[in-house]
């Protein structure tokens, strides 16, 4: 398939790019340069100018706290953009593919959540990304929205790379125990929304679906689990610490574990043990050094 991806230098752009050819498909890359998500109607002229079987936005505003300060921008480049480029694949007959976040529910639930749970997004950053998902159900086009989280690799700004970071610089790290989630690698991730354009393609059902790794854990036990595997020797202490002691400018969900269910009964793909993307980012990482 020919596919036209909006994000260029992003975790998932990038590897996307990777893996396409792989699968046998020819992939188009746009980075900021030539189609910035502050301009919805360039995005959307990009989609129609296109020739390409599928389109695919691995775009966002993901800076969580900084949205919090920006919610214009965080609004124009995770709602109207994306908006905008269902539209114009709408109207060209092809499908196009997104992310959004756990960070759409309130973190309230005692299980995992289902795609057809009510959300109660808790920033500026999930709010957005939320009024993305309403503007591409309603452009009415064959779509996939795929809810994932925590994501990582080995490149761009990630938990792991933070936390390798913070692990050669200090002795303890202070880490909140009372969020919980799915880290998930981005290679994973990729992978997914490719054999998600192949399905769609092929006249598979499309929707909404939650994408997220296995086991759950809390950002404090991801920590501990980055720390055994990069400095087996030397390791960092880990201090747990409520979220009440971290405090931050958005507020997070205490539990954002997503339900993966659906996708493996529609499409039959599985959730990825973040533990092997974990020993495969920092495997890459080595040998980068
Ligand atoms: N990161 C995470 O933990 C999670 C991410 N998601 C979702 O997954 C998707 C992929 O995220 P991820 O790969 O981590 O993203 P990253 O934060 O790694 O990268 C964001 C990308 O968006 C680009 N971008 C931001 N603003 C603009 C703009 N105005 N115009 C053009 N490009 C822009 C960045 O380009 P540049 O380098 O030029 O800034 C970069 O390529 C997003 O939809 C995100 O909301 C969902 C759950 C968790
Ligand atoms: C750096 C650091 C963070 N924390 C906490 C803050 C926060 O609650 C949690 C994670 O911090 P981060 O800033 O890495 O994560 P955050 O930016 O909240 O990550 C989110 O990004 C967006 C894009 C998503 O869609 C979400 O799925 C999620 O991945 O860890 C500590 O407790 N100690 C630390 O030293
Ligand atoms: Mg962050």
């Given at each position: 398939m020919r596919l036209l991806v909006f994000g260029e230098t992003g975790q998932v752009a990038r590897e996307l790019a990777r893996k396409a050819a792989g699968r046998g498909h020819r992939l188009e890359s746009l980075g900021r340069g030539a189609a910035d998500l502050t301009d919805p109607a360039a995005c959307a002229a990009a989609v129609t100018a296109s020739a390409a079987d599928a389109v695919i936005n691995a775009a966002a505003y993901t800076a969580v706290d900084q949205a919090e300060a920006e919610p214009s921008i965080?609004?124009?480049?995770?709602?109207?953009?994306?908006?905008?480029?269902?539209?114009?694949?709408?109207?060209?007959?092809?499908?196009?593919?997104?992310?959004?976040?756990?960070?759409?529910?309130?973190?309230?639930?005692?299980?995992?959540?289902?795609?057809?749970?009510?959300?109660?997004?808790?920033?500026?950053?999930?709010?957005?990304k939320l009024a993305g998902e309403h503007q591409i159900a309603a452009a009415d086009g064959r779509h996939v929205i795929l809810r994932t989280s925590w994501v990582?690799?080995?490149?761009?700004?990630?938990?792991?790379?933070?936390?390798?970071?913070?692990?050669?610089?200090?002795?303890?790290?202070?880490?909140?125990?009372?969020?919980?989630?799915?880290?998930?690698?981005?290679?994973?991730?990729?992978?997914?929304?490719?054999?998600?354009?192949?399905?769609?393609?092929a006249g598979r059902p499309g929707g909404t679906f939650h994408y997220a790794g296995a086991p759950t854990v809390s950002w404090a036990d991801f920590a501990e689990a980055i720390f055994d595997a990069a400095f087996p020797t030397r390791k960092p202490r880990i201090r747990r610490i409520p979220s009440s002691a971290y405090p931050t400018p958005a507020r997070r969900p205490a539990n954002s574990a997503l339900d993966c269910t659906r996708i493996r009964e529609t499409h039959g793909i599985g959730q990825p043990d973040w533990r092997a993307g974990l020993a495969r980012v920092l495997k890459e990482?080595?040998?980068a050094q």
């Amino acid at each position: 398939m020919r596919l036209l991806v909006f994000g260029e230098t992003g975790q998932v752009a990038r590897e996307l790019a990777r893996k396409a050819a792989g699968r046998g498909h020819r992939l188009e890359s746009l980075g900021r340069g030539a189609a910035d998500l502050t301009d919805p109607a360039a995005c959307a002229a990009a989609v129609t100018a296109s020739a390409a079987d599928a389109v695919i936005n691995a775009a966002a505003y993901t800076a969580v706290d900084q949205a919090e300060a920006e919610p214009s921008i965080a609004h124009t480049v995770n709602a109207e953009a994306p908006g905008a480029m269902a539209r114009a694949a709408a109207a060209r007959g092809v499908p196009f593919l997104h992310m959004s976040t756990d960070y759409v529910f309130d973190g309230s639930a005692d299980r995992g959540w289902k795609e057809s749970d009510a959300t109660g997004p808790l920033g500026v950053y999930g709010q957005t990304k939320l009024a993305g998902e309403h503007q591409i159900a309603a452009a009415d086009g064959r779509h996939v929205i795929l809810r994932t989280s925590w994501v990582f690799s080995a490149h761009g700004r990630n938990f792991v790379k933070t936390m390798l970071r913070l692990g050669l610089e200090r002795e303890e790290i202070s880490v909140v125990d009372d969020q919980r989630g799915g880290p998930t690698p981005a290679d994973d991730i990729a992978q997914t929304l490719l054999l998600l354009a192949e399905g769609l393609s092929a006249g598979r059902p499309g929707g909404t679906f939650h994408y997220a790794g296995a086991p759950t854990v809390s950002w404090a036990d991801f920590a501990e689990a980055i720390f055994d595997a990069a400095f087996p020797t030397r390791k960092p202490r880990i201090r747990r610490i409520p979220s009440s002691a971290y405090p931050t400018p958005a507020r997070r969900p205490a539990n954002s574990a997503l339900d993966c269910t659906r996708i493996r009964e529609t499409h039959g793909i599985g959730q990825p043990d973040w533990r092997a993307g974990l020993a495969r980012v920092l495997k890459e990482l080595e040998s980068a050094q």
